[in-house]
């Protein structure tokens, strides 16, 4: 059988890895930059930690996990068995009929069995996001953390998605959160911080801001204010699938007619914040919980001040889909290559550890996705051409004596900070010079008899392919200054 992986996950080779390491570290570098702590959470976490936190899209894409040693069609089989009330069944063969009796369920289709076997088969899940373990941790350590309380976490999520462009099942996340402080100073930090780290990754991005609070209000005033998460749900799709899709989705939730037209003002909205702000404070003036919202939009536009390489525009149908956002919601999708997704996003989140049994602690964060920044990097041509970690210098092996020769001087390249590595094997000098370039190793040094017997190497560019003789003790200088 040929060797293959899952849909919706992927192999890195080393090239990739130094492209990943060097968005993995630039990020970091931000986020301690910012005062943020590093955290790790387990790749699983307890079924009920997850569900009901990311609304009912959300949940049908969490990854759950059997207990161990269970069989899926075992578990079947014993939901039917109990359903059916049937007693017929051997100790010695008991496991082996259970089988068989879900694999009948699951050909025939019978109903009422999928909730019971995710009661009594399943009770773990892989994580959907980084945000939700985050805040079990805060519940469950809260009396040894300082408050407010800054952490970041670089891990992978899986989500039981479609696999297409930009869209993996297994895909890492590089979150950055802070809670404890209900201040609007942190939204403000976190735009500063989305924008030195597109800065720092040469990406020109535009940042989308919106406010939970808005869309409430919008909600409010069409009249329906307890759709507000089927109108919220569909308005987030409005650049995917366009504003009449997105109206056919709110009738099929129950959203009346009169509402539709009671939000058509939103589609309507264009311009800056400035020209936009006062055309919804007027048509939002009977929500006080829009206006509320309005009013801490403002507070970040006007407090932000200029930034470096990112735009600050105000999105008002950016909604994210996400449930447990109350407040702040911001997105960054990228000004340059061909990827319309988003490529960060986050929001806040009033009571989110609430659930977990800490009430009223307030939290705000952001998540960047590692991965559609790499394809965006990629695409723009703009990972730099010299990645840390690389081998910058391979000794060529001659044999024995001279390999003996190239290992001192192999120690004190590595003790000066230089990446070099040294040919395992006597070999053509094609093959080796081969290796170099499939590495991507800039430079070769060539320590044979005569270069052996005269206490010199030749160093050869790779790319240039010039070639210089330094004495054996020049070595290192010559290769920091090339």
Not at 160 to 170: L, N
Request: net charge negative; glycine share 10%; charged share 25%.
């Amino acid at each position: 059988m040929k060797p293959s992986i899952p849909k919706g996950t992927r192999d890195f080779g080393p090239q990739e890895m130094l492209r990943r390491k060097y968005i993995f570290n630039t990020i970091e570098r931000v986020f301690q930059k910012y005062g943020f702590l590093p955290l790790e959470t387990p790749a699983m976490e307890n079924l009920e930690t997850l569900t009901g936190k990311y609304g009912e899209e959300g949940d049908r894409l969490i990854f759950k996990v059997l207990k161990r040693g269970a069989s899926l069609y075992e578990e079947v089989g014993q939901s039917l068995l109990q359903n059916l009330n049937w007693k017929g069944l051997t100790d010695r063969d008991k496991s082996n009929d259970l089988m068989d009796l879900g694999r009948l369920a699951g050909t025939i289709h019978f109903t009422g069995l999928v909730k019971d076997i995710e009661t009594k088969g399943v009770d773990m899940a892989l994580r959907y996001d980084l945000t939700v373990p985050f805040a079990r941790y805060v519940v469950q350590h809260q009396n040894e953390l300082a408050f407010p309380f800054k952490r970041y976490q670089i891990q992978p999520v899986w989500r039981a998605d479609r696999p297409q462009k930009g869209r993996y099942r297994e895909f890492y996340q590089c979150d950055a959160d802070m809670i404890g402080s209900n201040s609007l100073l942190n939204e403000v930090e976190l735009v500063m911080l989305l924008d030195e780290a597109f800065t720092q990754l040469g990406l020109q991005v535009a940042i989308k801001l919106n406010n939970r609070k808005v869309l409430s209000g919008i909600a409010e005033v069409s009249g329906q204010p307890d759709k507000v998460v089927d109108i919220v749900t569909a308005i987030d799709k409005l650049d995917k699938i366009g504003r009449e899709k997105v109206e056919e989705e709110m009738r099929a939730k129950g959203v009346s007619d009169a509402a539709i037209a009671g939000i058509a003002p939103l589609f309507e909205l264009k311009g800056t914040w400035k020209e936009q702000h006062p055309q919804l404070e007027q048509w939002l003036a009977s929500s006080t919980t829009a206006q509320e919202g309005l009013k801490e939009l403002s507070f970040v536009f006007d407090t932000v001040g200029a930034l470096k390489s990112a735009s600050l525009e105000f999105d008002p149908t950016l909604a994210r889909g996400l449930d447990y956002y109350t407040g702040a919601i911001l997105e960054v999708k990228a000004n340059e290559g061909t990827l319309q997704s988003s490529i960060s996003g986050g929001g806040r989140y009033d009571d989110l550890t609430g659930v977990f049994g800490l009430k009223g602690m307030s939290g705000v964060g952001i998540s960047f996705g590692a991965d559609r920044i790499y394809d965006v990097l990629m695409e723009t041509n703009k990972f730099p051409a010299e990645l840390g970690g690389s081998t910058q210098l391979l000794f060529a092996n001659f044999g024995e004596a001279e390999a003996l020769q190239c290992l001192k001087l192999l120690r004190q390249v590595r003790d000066a900070g230089i990446a070099a590595e040294l040919y395992p094997d006597k070999a053509k000098m094609a093959k080796q010079f081969k290796y170099a370039d499939d590495k991507g190793i800039p430079y070769v040094a060539i320590l044979g008899e005569n270069e052996l017997k005269q206490g010199i190497i030749t160093v050869k560019d790779m790319k240039s392919g010039e070639q210089k003789a330094v004495k054996q003790n020049d070595l290192i200088h010559a290769i920091q200054q090339a």
